[in-house]
């Protein structure tokens, strides 16, 4: 599950031609996609049972229009034993997002999870998510709608990132993961209601003009909705945008 602010910022942002002429339209409608590999796949810091414990193709496609709408797709594949060889999770979402002035945006959306292949519809589902930005700190929380067979109706993941540009085209990425959970549901005995979930660390860069980015991400491991403390762990990524 795969969600940040991006949004915000990709709506402001479409492909030029290098010629620009005073009568060229500019198109309202902008669309990207991208595509990563992972050493792990590792859902919300869950590093003791991740979705993909080894390397992990994911990727994605956005539509943006000008007026703040926004809507794409997010993949990825998982490991979930020799049972389940082609289990793979879809992300579908769309929303609004906006900005207030200079240097603060919000937005607004709902997410649709589909897994396929995995033998039943117990994981599928919705989730709200709200967030806001100020500057190159953007904060989101998103809260499941129904139960679910890895949450409960009310389940609110709160995080906070944070980039900051390096010398050498280097950029220090960090991100705060908090979970309130709800007792209430299919999935019982959640030990509390509230509780730190990761911390991560990391650098990433583009290489050359490649389009392509390397990235580096150390995890501290929190805790998951049974207070089991999850381990620390680094994650390597390349990502190609396109």
Same mark, same amino acid.
């Given at each position: 599950?795969k969600?940040?602010?991006k949004a915000?910022?990709?709506?402001? $942002?479409?492909?030029?031609?290098s010629?620009?002429?005073a009568?060229?339209?500019?198109?309202p409608?902008? $669309?990207?996609g991208?595509?990563?590999v992972?050493?792990?796949?590792?859902?919300?810091?869950?590093?003791?049972s991740p979705?993909?414990?080894?390397a992990?193709?994911?990727?994605?496609?956005?539509?943006?229009?000008a007026s703040?709408?926004?809507a794409g797709?997010?993949?990825s594949?998982l490991?979930?034993?020799?049972?389940?060889p082609n289990?793979?999770?879809?992300?579908f979402?769309?929303?609004?997002s906006?900005?207030?002035?200079?240097?603060?945006?919000?937005?607004?959306g709902?997410?649709y999870?589909?897994?396929y292949?995995?033998?039943?519809s117990?994981?599928?589902?919705?989730?709200?998510?709200l967030?806001l930005?100020y500057k190159?700190l953007?904060?989101?929380a998103?809260?499941?709608?129904?139960d679910l067979?890895?949450?409960?109706?009310?389940?609110?993941?709160?995080k906070?990132s944070?980039?900051y540009a390096?010398?050498?085209?280097f950029?220090?990425d960090?991100?705060?993961?908090?979970?309130?959970?709800?007792k209430d549901g299919?999935?019982?005995?959640?030990?509390?209601?509230?509780?730190?979930?990761?911390?991560?660390?990391g650098l990433s860069?583009p290489?050359a003009?490649?389009?392509?980015?390397?990235?580096?991400?150390?995890?501290?491991?929190?805790?998951n909705?049974?207070?089991?403390?999850q381990?620390n762990k680094?994650?390597?990524?390349?990502g190609?945008?396109?």
């Amino acid at each position: 599950m795969k969600f940040t602010l991006k949004a915000l910022a990709v709506a402001a $942002v479409a492909s030029a031609s290098s010629f620009t002429f005073a009568d060229e339209p500019t198109s309202p409608h902008s $669309v990207s996609g991208n595509i990563g590999v992972l050493s792990s796949y590792n859902l919300r810091g869950i590093t003791n049972s991740p979705e993909n414990k080894g390397a992990t193709i994911n990727g994605g496609l956005d539509y943006n229009h000008a007026s703040g709408f926004y809507a794409g797709w997010w993949g990825s594949t998982l490991d979930y034993g020799d049972d389940l060889p082609n289990a793979f999770e879809n992300d579908f979402y769309a929303g609004y997002s906006g900005s207030i002035n200079d240097d603060w945006g919000y937005t607004a959306g709902l997410t649709y999870y589909y897994y396929y292949d995995i033998g039943n519809s117990g994981s599928n589902g919705f989730e709200t998510m709200l967030g806001l930005t100020y500057k190159d700190l953007g904060i989101t929380a998103q809260t499941l709608l129904e139960d679910l067979d890895w949450g409960n109706a009310g389940d609110t993941y709160l995080k906070a990132s944070y980039s900051y540009a390096l010398p050498k085209d280097f950029s220090l990425d960090t991100a705060l993961g908090l979970y309130l959970y709800e007792k209430d549901g299919d999935i019982e005995g959640t030990e509390d209601s509230f509780s730190f979930r990761h911390f991560d660390i990391g650098l990433s860069k583009p290489l050359a003009d490649t389009g392509i980015t390397a990235s580096m991400n150390y995890i501290f491991g929190g805790y998951n909705r049974f207070d089991e403390k999850q381990k620390n762990k680094v994650v390597l990524g390349l990502g190609y945008s396109f």
